[in-house]
């Protein structure tokens, strides 16, 4: 067990995948610009990557322009999920125009379609790794420009209890560690 949930075994967290789903006192969100405020801390900066089949004919490119994938298909997880915002938000910002997709009701059946199909999804290279029961078929290929990223950052209210300025301390310190370790696995 880890110093913070040894520390706080009777602290009461609720989860939301949104904002507008909880009252919180502490949200964790990826943006594509940067943030700086007073209450908000970057815990992790992770490019985009493109994910598909290493039987897909761009597999073997150490890296990818985004207008390369305008010929191929495109999977991606249905509207309103936080991770398919992001990446519209990603296509809007470079210019990217989507025609040819497919969409999935979640990551889970986006990766598995990847590795069904000649298909590509776009996913962030440490927060979404391919699980490694597909590692031995799927593989991500980053993008050339680094500038392909998004940035993940905790936010906190004014003012918050002394446990929830303990657990925001404790994300600010490990988020980027614990994220990039399971990556890896």
């Known amino acids: 067990m880890d110093p913070f949930t040894n520390k706080h075994r009777m602290l009461n967290l609720h989860y939301g995948l949104n904002a507008e789903d909880i009252d919180w006192d502490i949200m964790i969100y990826a943006s594509l610009e940067h943030i700086s405020d007073r209450y908000t801390a970057e815990l992790l900066s992770e490019r985009y990557v ?31 999920k936080n991770l398919r915002d992001n990446i519209e938000l990603f296509f809007k910002k470079y210019g990217f125009r989507l025609h040819n997709y497919m969409v999935v009701d979640s990551p889970r059946v ?76």
Do not use: C
């Open 50 to 80: 493109a994910v598909m089949s290493k039987n897909h004919a761009l597999s073997s490119r150490q890296v990818l322009s985004l207008n390369e994938l305008q010929e191929y298909p495109l999977i991606l997880v249905e509207r309103g």
């Open 110 to 185: 986006m990766r598995e379609r990847v590795n069904e199909t000649n298909g590509i999804t776009i996913l962030p290279e440490y927060t979404w790794p391919i699980p490694s029961q597909l590692k031995s078929k799927l593989i991500a290929v980053p993008f050339d420009l680094e500038e392909y990223r998004r940035h993940i950052y905790i936010t906190r209210k004014m003012k918050i209890s002394q446990s929830a300025e303990e657990l925001y301390q404790y994300f600010v310190e490990h988020f980027a560690e614990y994220t990039l370790q399971n990556a890896e696995q």
